[in-house]
């Protein structure tokens, strides 16, 4: 045995060996799991965040970027809203240029300067560029920095072959702050989009201070989180590299390109040394913090990740579903391989992730938010190989979407097997049903004599009614197509052992996406409507309660979408604002509605206090009466129960008829039942009851 492998057998012996009892209840929550990625808090401090925490905290598990601003409000109110959700919080990958260079991965590149530089100078002069930015543009030098006597320097641009222009500004790291005398050695660290600066995770990566950088990044972590106090059950690790696969290395700092020099498997072996050693090195410094908890560690590594890791981590995460990872059908054989391995062999409990998305691309062609065949199938995907779901929206993921499916029951696996049908589908049996999902690319036929135990029902749903029908199963199509070699679709289904009636909350919105429910579309306006944002607060006081998810977007498939809430002013009537819900199953439903103030503050205007509203049922006006906006702020306010038929020509509308500002915020639509009996009986008044007039 050699001495790395002594030495990473003897830490994980100590550290696993003395792992820590805690309860186990919500780590073993039954299925679906969901688990939201990386969330968005846009537009914070600056804007109100709106209602983001509210729906974040229904996810049994949640990320938090320690890094990002707000995240110790965020992290606390999460955990006031749900005591039981999983928190882990995002640590750093990578390192910044306020970090030691002596820890940085450089490229093979070695130059020096032509002439001597003093602070604040403008034009760094070398004596060669090539090789200096692989595999980069330089036409692009956002992540170009240079690395002289351990001072590192941002390049703004590059002028001539010779002649690189840096910042004047000596208050920052971008500028020469140290003269460099003529002759310098000049280096170039390998910055990279998302994870930062590459560490050298090699045993040649120099000391400061006693420290490698595997060492220094870990306890560095540890600093971010300790600040953060004792709210997170675990550390999760973004843009994770298993592997190194860059043009140019130089882990042994010689100068010369370790692929020419060494090879691929020389090189991957000099990045997993001191990643395994970073781990172990977490692992043990948060269990010393939190020796209570269950100290989880997950990395989103894209797609799969090969063998070589469980004994460091609870699971993985596969970013974009078949975005990075089985983007192939061919492919997907290995996404299979890589979760069954990771329920066998990684550390437990398990936190294993599908973070799926509706590109952005999708828009123009409507699709959305209501491909439920693309959701149904990560869903079911996730369910039968114990992996947490979310879907979101966006290419950065911006915005989440909640399905009748999450709020169902589907109990837990009854056994270890996952069964493989003849024709590809994929099946596996829970305490309540049966999943199954269809990853062959193309439309498979599920027969009611395939399943055994049964007889199954459809589960009967409000979203996407045609499949979801309620109906006990016969033969059940699941779609499937191949679009190109990298752009394949399949379809998943839930059954279920008992007739099973799952009608998320109707959420109908401002928007489309942000926020109103899969099925249906946002508000109707006619006449003068203006979209708003408040201004927000950073410890989340004054934070303006609009039903919002996304209060700002620089990306222009969501820029017309980050708003709050609308505002009218007080008129005669002929500005209206239609809530039309999409019932897929007819039945009882309560009709609430929500709004927060207008203007930044409170103060900032007067709400109207008698908002007509009506509630029209097939053309017929079924209840009327009018809203105080003035009071019951941040609140769903209760406005009546009506029973509601299949279809859209149901419907909520309000006036501008009033004497203030009307907002035109969320209605939600909850349902109760298709036999519900209403309470309309007054209570009666109260006996023997003594007024006492107070001094």
């Not at 059954?495 to 579309?521: A, C, E, H, Q, Y």
Request: hydrophobic fraction near 35%.
């Amino acid at each position: 045995m050699n001495g790395i492998k002594k030495l990473m057998v003897g830490m994980l012996t100590g550290l696993f060996s003395a792992c820590p009892t805690f309860s186990q209840d919500k780590f073993n929550t039954s299925y679906p799991r969901l688990g939201l990625y990386c969330y968005y808090a846009n537009g914070y401090p600056a804007k109100s965040i709106g209602t983001s925490l509210s729906r974040l905290s229904r996810y049994d598990l949640l990320m938090v970027d320690c890094g990002r601003d707000g995240a110790e409000y965020f992290a606390a109110e999460f955990k006031r809203r749900n005591p039981s959700q999983i928190l882990l919080v995002m640590g750093k990958n990578g390192l910044y240029t306020n970090d030691p260079p002596q820890f940085f991965l450089y490229r093979s590149y070695r130059g020096r300067l032509l002439e001597a530089v003093v602070p604040g100078q403008r034009e760094i002069k070398l004596d060669h560029w090539e090789g200096i930015y692989t595999p980069y543009d330089l036409s692009d030098t956002r992540f170009l920095y240079l690395v002289i006597d351990n001072e590192i320097i941002h390049v703004e641009r590059m002028t001539t072959a010779q002649t690189f222009l840096v910042s004047t500004d000596t208050s920052s790291f971008d500028a020469i702050n140290k003269p460099h005398a003529a002759g310098a050695i000049v280096m170039s660290p390998l910055r990279m989009p998302g994870p930062g600066i590459f560490p050298n995770q090699s045993p040649y990566c120099e000391f400061v201070d006693g420290k490698q950088a595997w060492q220094y990044l870990a306890e560095k972590n540890m600093r971010a989180i300790t600040a953060l106090s004792t709210r997170f059950d675990g550390l999760f690790h973004d843009y994770f590299s298993r592997a190194v696969y860059l043009d140019d290395f130089d882990f042994d700092l010689n100068g010369v390109n370790d692929r020419n020099e060494h090879g691929n498997t020389w090189i991957n072996s000099q990045w997993t040394y001191g990643s395994y050693l970073w781990l172990a090195k977490e692992k043990e410094l948060i269990q010393q913090y939190t020796p209570e908890k269950a100290n989880v560690l997950s990395v989103n590594a894209g797609g799969t990740l090969e063998t070589g890791w469980f004994d460091y981590l609870n699971g993985h995460l596969y970013e974009g579903f078949l975005r990075w990872g089985g983007t192939s059908l061919d492919g997907y054989k290995y996404f299979e391989k890589d979760m069954e391995l990771w329920i066998k062999q990684g550390q437990k409990p398990s936190i294993m992730m599908i973070a799926d998305y509706i590109p952005e691309k999708w828009v123009v062609d409507a699709k959305e938010k209501n491909n439920f065949s693309k959701m149904r199938f990560g869903l079911a995907t996730s369910m039968i190989y114990e992996c947490y779901y979310a879907m979101t929206f966006g290419d950065f993921y911006y915005m989440d979407f909640w399905y009748d499916e999450y709020d169902c029951d589907m109990g837990f696996p009854v056994d270890d097997r996952i069964i493989k049908l003849a024709n590809g589908l994929v099946l596996r049996y829970f305490t309540n049903g049966v999943v199954v999902s269809n990853p062959t690319g193309a439309e498979q036929t599920l027969h009611a004599s395939d399943l055994s135990g049964g007889p199954y029902y459809r589960m009967r749903g409000g979203q996407c009614p045609t499949v979801n029908t309620g109906e006990p199963v016969g033969d059940i199509v699941l779609w499937g197509t191949v679009y190109n070699s990298s752009d394949w679709r399949g379809d998943g289904i839930l059954l279920f052992r008992r007739p099973t009636t799952v009608v998320s909350d109707i959420i109908v919105d401002n928007f489309n996406l942000n926020d109103t429910s899969p099925g249906s579309r946002p508000i109707e306006f006619t006449g003068t409507w203006t979209p708003h944002l408040s201004k927000g607060a950073a410890d989340l006081v004054g934070n303006n309660p609009y039903w919002c998810q996304l209060s700002a977007a620089a990306n222009e498939a969501v820029r017309d979408q980050a708003y709050g809430y609308h505002a009218a002013a007080a008129g005669n009537g002929s500005s209206t604002a239609v809530w039309r819900p999409s019932i897929g199953v007819a039945g009882w439903y309560e009709i609430s509605e929500w709004h927060g103030w207008h203007g930044d503050y409170p103060s900032s205007f007067r709400e109207a206090a008698s908002v007509p509203f009506e509630v029209i049922v097939g053309g017929q006006t079924k209840v009327r009466g009018t809203i105080n906006q003035t009071v019951n702020i941040g609140q769903w306010n209760r406005l009546c129960y009506v029973y509601f038929p299949n279809g859209t020509e149901s419907l909520v509308r309000i006036s501008n008829k009033a004497d203030g500002v009307v907002l035109a915020d969320a209605m939600r639509f909850h349902y109760m039942g298709d036999d519900y009996v209403p309470h309309t009986t007054p209570p009666s008044p109260p006996k023997n009851v003594k007024l006492i007039q107070l001094p």
